[in-house]
C-alpha cells in the first residue's frame, strides 16, 4: 500500500475530467469511532464538502454502512443528492433509487423469532445491546463485563443454530459484535458493482472514474472488485492490518483532506 498524498500529483492528473463516483463508508472513515453507535459524529467540515461535491455534475457520492439506512441518514442530518446504502447494501436510496433486494418471509420471521429470544435471555446481562435494524439484528457486548462476555456469545450461537443450520440466516462478528444477516452472498463490493452500472447511463458522456475510502473488513470486498478499475483507499496505518487497498490514508482527518484535495482539481 502507499500514502496517497505521496502520489497526489500523479492521481490528480487520472481524477480530471471523469466522472467520479466516491464511495464513502461512514464508521471510522468520515466519523471517527465512538463508545457506542449513537455516540459518533459526522464533522461538519466533512458534511459541507460532501454537500458542496454532491452539487457537480461531474461527481457523485454514495455511503456504504452497515448502520440501518433511517439511522444513517440522521446522520447526516437528510443531506440530500447522495446515495445512502445501509445495512450492508439491503437499504439503498437516494436520487432516482429506492432499492432492496429480495429478503425472504422466512428469513424475516427467523430474525423477529431470534430477536424475541435473545432479548428475553440477555436481559439479565449488564451492557448487552440488542440493536435491531429490521433487516439485520445485532448484539452489541462491548460494554458488558468481560467475564461475562463467553455467556454472552454462548446464548448467542445456541439461539441461532438451528436457524444457521437450516440456511435460513446468515452471522457475521464484527467489532464487540455479533450479527444476523440474510443468507444471500450481497456484500459491499456488489452494492458498488451495482450503483457504477446503474450510474452509466448518467455520466454525460465522461469515464467513470470510481474511489472507494473505508477502514473495515468489510470494505475489503469493495477494494478487491474496485482493483483494477478505481482508485481504493484504506483508512488506517498499514501496519494496523492488511489490506488489499491500493493506497492508505492515516485518518479520518486524512479522509477530509481528501475530499478538499478532490474539490479543488
Ligand atoms: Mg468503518
Known amino acids: 500500500m502507499d500514502y496517497l498524498f505521496d502520489d497526489w500529483d500523479i492521481l490528480k492528473d487520472r481524477l480530471r475530467d471523469k466522472y467520479l463516483f466516491i464511495f464513502l463508508d461512514f464508521d471510522g472513515t468520515l466519523a471517527p469511532i465512538a463508545r457506542t453507535p449513537d455516540e459518533a459524529v459526522l464533522p461538519n467540515g466533512i458534511k459541507r464538502m460532501l454537500k458542496e461535491l454532491s452539487k457537480k455534475t461531474s461527481c ?10 433511517s439511522d444513517l441518514k440522521r ?3 437528510g443531506l440530500k443528492g447522495i446515495v445512502y446504502s445501509g445495512n450492508h447494501g439491503l437499504e439503498i436510496e437516494g436520487p432516482k433509487i429506492k432499492f432492496s433486494p429480495l429478503v425472504s418471509s422466512g428469513y424475516l420471521m427467523a430474525i423477529k423469532t431470534i430477536k424475541s429470544i435473545l432479548l428475553k435471555k440477555t436481559r439479565a446481562v449488564k451492557g448487552a445491546l440488542l440493536e435491531d435494524k429490521k433487516l439485520s439484528l445485532s448484539l452489541h457486548y462491548r460494554l458488558v463485563d468481560e467475564k461475562q462476555v463467553n455467556m454472552v456469545k454462548t446464548i448467542f450461537h445456541e439461539t441461532v443454530i438451528r436457524y444457521l443450520a437450516g440456511g435460513r440466516v446468515r452471522v457475521k462478528e464484527g467489532k464487540k459484535v455479533l450479527e444476523i444477516r440474510p443468507p444471500s452472498e450481497w456484500d459491499k463490493g456488489k452494492v458498488v458493482l451495482w450503483l457504477l452500472s446503474r450510474e452509466k447511463f448518467a455520466k454525460y458522456g465522461r469515464d467513470v472514474l470510481p474511489i472507494y475510502a473505508g477502514d473495515d473488513l468489510t470494505d475489503e470486498d469493495a477494494f478487491k472488485v474496485l482493483k483494477r478499475i478505481g482508485i481504493t483507499v484504506f483508512v488506517g496505518k498499514p501496519s494496523h492490518r492488511p489490506s488489499g487497498a491500493q493506497y492508505y490514508v492515516k485518518d479520518t482527518g486524512e479522509v477530509a483532506k481528501l475530499l478538499r484535495n478532490i474539490l479543488g482539481i
Open 75 to 77: 446522520k447526516f442530518g
Open 60 to 69: 457523485r457520492i454514495a455511503i456504504i454502512s452497515g448502520r440501518s439506512l
